[in-house]
Structures are given as structure tokens and as C-alpha cells.
């Protein structure tokens, strides 16, 4: 089949080489504002052609919106407007406004809403890479409101990336990724703030800087334009886990400054807890 | 030369591994508190044979001390007692208040402090790994206070594993590493305690976390019979780093209450330049 990717970058490009590989995609067109984007996510056979989003979407039975949260908003609404055979999904991370856009839309049932759990801490067309969602998780949310055929395909395509598959509504999709993805970014945006802030000698931290700190502050690299749009779709959530992160520092920083270690080893112990989950 | 290695665990083991490995060691005597970590290391080939404490140093070129920098505090003021031609090096995480306690003990020349920026959040004999210290940083501090032999059969050491060697006084460490690795603990420490504490379907955190969510937070597995003695010798300057982390997550915080996303985006501009420092 003929599948659209709009935007080209890690997420649209990671997903055009499996869609290629598992030869799920007969054709890969690229749609992408980032005219630089599209040339080179073609050079890198990433897709097959680049056109404009109408007659893209015309030649297709797929649209995958790859794009930040805020774009997915701005473009459903038109894109639903148009489809009558088409099956349009989005790989957003927040999906509580996106679905509450689009609830009353005559053409509704055409829309899959997807999440990938995954990616890097890197963007565009040369950070994708054919591993990125192998074993990894997919969330579909609210399928009950999708056509039958449209979720049919976007089941098919997940159970060929080799991905697990999870259902959710929208608003226990916001929440729990507030917990299990948006606050790491956070986290890790302040980290990073905090170190470029008092450490001046900026040779001192390359020197220094080990595997643990690397990868607790890796994901202060992420982009901007992709996150500031999920961290505002997705206020309340992030506010109300971050008050308890902010608070959690605050019990241990109390503990040090009291030289209560004993309450500290036992706050460690806690957290140890998460080898139960995370191998 | 007969090397005596003072905890069995992590980098015990993993030093063991590389010793032997590099034709360093003869012989390698393991003495541990723990019988049942002895006898795990033994049958693993890290350590040829265990003694008690006394009878290993005798026997010994070099000593190092490769357990909790409370338990470095210790010792070591009694092994240096013994040190005759024996050379003694520590690999623990903090340096000033060890050197603080032995800067005038007669043997003090024997003595070489040093940290190798390298771990993992496992512990113990079964986590010991060859390839744990290469092209790490190991770093020496206040070197012109350990007798020339001793800094030599050190710096040759370091040479033999691979890693590169920096040299700064104890308080320079331990301020540096306060910024680099300390925080970094605590923060996954804390973001591990809120998921836990927000987060009561594990189910839920498991399927949905992805490698983002894995790095930041997997520090939070470390060992707090490891840290918290970290977290009390180097108080002052980890304090300091935890209130500037606590002040950028709140700064954080305020943003998003006032809705003030031009300013978010322009802080996660300033955390992108983490990418400048690692690669």
C-alpha cells in the first residue's frame, strides 16, 4: 500500500525504514515543512518521493503523522475533512486533546490514535535507525471509536514492527506517561541546567563525566519543538508528578541536611524497588 | 607482584578481572567481610585465594580498598600503621575526608587516593566485568603527599587498564563529582521514589516504560550501603548542587503554572547544550 509520512525526522524515518523492511509500505511518501528534511530523508531512502500534503494524501491508504503534538492538532481536523478511504494514525506522545479535538468529526472512525514508546534522544532524518520500536511498546487509545478496518490496519502494522501492543483511553494514557516519560525528560532538562549552571569548567565535566551521568542527562538533549507542545498538552498530569518529584528531593535533602542517614538508607531501599520493574 | 584486593564486589571483582588480564597481578588475595562474596569470587576466578586481613597485607605489594568510603575511613589508618613497603590505593567515590584523617600519619606516603569514574548500578562479585574501567577516567588526588614508588606503581596500573588520568586535590574531586555523579544518584533516587509513590499499577510502568525512562532512572538500583556514606562525607557540596537542582525543577514548575511556554522552551535550549560536554 501507499503510506504518507508527514515529517520526516527520527520518528517518520524510523518508521518508513521498518514499514519498508517488513514490505508492509509498496510506496513511502514524505511530507514535511523542512524542505532540508525531505531531501535528505529521500537521499537517505528513507522515502521514495516527497509532494505536497493534498496530493500525498490523495495517492494513499496511510497517513502517519509524525510530527509534534501541537502540528497533529493543527492538521487532523483538515486531514479527516478529506478522508473517505484513507486510515490517518498519529505517533504523538499526549493524546487527551488530540482525541477531544476530533471527537465530534463526522469522519472520526478514520483516525487511529497510536504512541510508540520509543525513541532517542536525537531528531531528524539521520537519527533514524530500523531498531528503534523492535519489541518495543504501542499504545492505541480510545479504538472504540475507530472504524473496524482502520484499527485492523494499524494492528496489523504494530504485530509487523514486532511491537507490544496496549490499549488505553486517552486520559490514563496522558497520566501514566507523565509518570514513565514526561517527568525523565524534565528531570533530565534540569539536570543538565543545573551542572551547566555551577559547573563553570566545563573540561572538568567531560573529564569527570561517567556512564551514570550520561545516562541520566542524555535526554536533555531532546528537542524543544517536540517537547515544550507534549509538556503543554499535558500540564496538569506533569504539574501534579512533578510537585511530587520536587517533593521527594526536598524529604532528602531535609534527611542530609538533619544528617538523618538512617531515613536516607531506608529512601534508597524504596527506591531499590524499581529493579522489580525495570530489569 | 601479589595484589590484596579489600572488597570482593563490583569494582573489586572487575579490578581483579583487568589485573589479571594484564599480567599485573601474580597472585590475587581477596578479603571481604562477606564469607559468602569470598567464596563467590573465588569460584568466579576473580581472586586466586582469601585470607584474613592481616595475613594478606603481609604478603602484599599492593593493597587496594575497594569497599564504602566509610569502611575506607576505617581501615586505613591501621593498614597504614603496617605499610612498610607496602603501596595502598582506595577507588572510593569522596577523598577529602580520607585524606583529611591520614594527612599526617607517618606513612602517608604509602597511601595513593584514587576514584575510577566508572560503575555500574549493580554490586557484588557477579557484577565484576572485564571491559568496567577502559578508556574511563581514573582520578589521582593530591599525588605530591604519596611517595614517588607509590604514585608510579599507581600510574602504571592505570596506564596497564587503559584509562586516563587526571590529577586534582581532594576538594577540587570532590566538589566536581558532586556536580557529575553524586546529584545524578539522587536525582534517579528521587524520580524512582515519585514514580513508585504515583504510579500504584506496576503493571502499568512496566509496559509502558522505554529506554528513556530506563536510563534516567535506573541509577535508582544502586546500593545505599554505597551511597549513603558518598551522600555523608561529601554533604556540603552535594547540598549545594541538590538546592540549585531543586531551584531549576521549581523555575521549571512556575513555568509551566503560568502557562509561560517561551520561556520553557528557551531553558530547554540551555539544557541542549548539554550536547556540547557529551557527545
New interface residues.
Given amino acids: 500500500m501507499t503510506i504518507t509520512i508527514i515529517g520526516t525526522g527520527l520518528i517518520g524515518g524510523s518508521l518508513a525504514i521498518s514499514l519498508r523492511e517488513q514490505h508492509l509500505a509498496t510506496t513511502i511518501i514524505g511530507v514535511d515543512n523542512n524542505q532540508a528534511n525531505l531531501e535528505r530523508a529521500k537521499a537517505l531512502g528513507l522515502i521514495d518521493t516527497y509532494l505536497p500534503l493534498d496530493e500525498a494524501f490523495a495517492q494513499s491508504d496511510l497517513v502517519i503523522l509524525a510530527i509534534p503534538v501541537d502540528a497533529v492538532l493543527h492538521l487532523l481536523p483538515g486531514l479527516l475533512d478529506k478522508a473517505t478511504k484513507q486510515v490517518i494514525m498519529d505517533v504523538g506522545s499526549t493524546k487527551e486533546k488530540i482525541l477531544d479535538l476530533v471527537k465530534d468529526h463526522p469522519h472520526r472512525g478514520r483516525f487511529v490514535a497510536a504512541h510508540p514508546?520509543?525513541?532517542?534522544?536525537y531528531s531528524g532524518p539521520d537519527a533514524a535507525t530500523s531498531q528503534l520500536f523492535l519489541h518495543?511498546?504501542m499504545?492505541l487509545c480510545d479504538v472504540k471509536r475507530s472504524d473496524e478496518d482502520a484499527v485492523e490496519m494499524v494492528e496489523d502494522l504494530v504485530e509487523k514492527l514486532q511491537m507490544?501492543l496496549?490499549y488505553m483511553n486517552a486520559k490514563e494514557h496522558d497520566l501514566?506517561?507523565a509518570?514513565?516519560?514526561h517527568?525523565?525528560?524534565?528531570?533530565?532538562?534540569?539536570?543538565?541546567?543545573?551542572?551547566?549552571?555551577?559547573?563553570r569548567?566545563?573540561g572538568?565535566?567531560?573529564?569527570?563525566?561517567?556512564?551514570?551521568?550520561?545516562?541520566?542527562?542524555?535526554?536533555?538533549?531532546?528537542?524543544?519543538d517536540m517537547?515544550?507542545p507534549i509538556?503543554?498538552h499535558n500540564?496538569n498530569n506533569?504539574?501534579?508528578?512533578?510537585?511530587?518529584?520536587?517533593h521527594?528531593?526536598?524529604s532528602?535533602?531535609s534527611m542530609?541536611?538533619n544528617?538523618d542517614?538512617n531515613s536516607?538508607?531506608k529512601?534508597?531501599?524504596?527506591?531499590?524497588?524499581?529493579?522489580?520493574?525495570?530489569k
Same sequence: chains 1, 2.
Avoid at 514508546?117 to 534522544?121: K, L, R, S, Y
Avoid at 525528560?185 to 555551577?198: D, G
Avoid at 572538568?204 to 524543544?224: D, H, M, N, Q, Y
Fill in positions: 514508546m520509543a525513541g532517542t534522544e518495543k511498546t499504545v507490544r496496549v501514566h506517561t509518570y514513565v516519560s517527568i525523565s525528560h524534565i528531570t533530565s532538562f534540569a539536570l543538565a541546567l543545573t551542572v551547566l549552571q555551577k559547573e569548567e566545563a572538568r565535566i567531560f573529564e569527570l563525566a561517567s556512564g551514570g551521568f550520561a545516562s541520566t542527562v542524555r535526554l536533555a538533549k531532546s528537542s524543544p517537547w515544550v509538556f503543554k500540564r506533569v504539574l501534579d508528578v512533578l510537585d511530587e518529584h520536587i521527594q528531593l526536598q532528602m535533602k542530609l541536611e544528617e542517614y536516607f538508607y529512601a534508597i531501599q524504596r527506591a531499590n524497588k524499581i529493579k522489580k520493574i525495570l
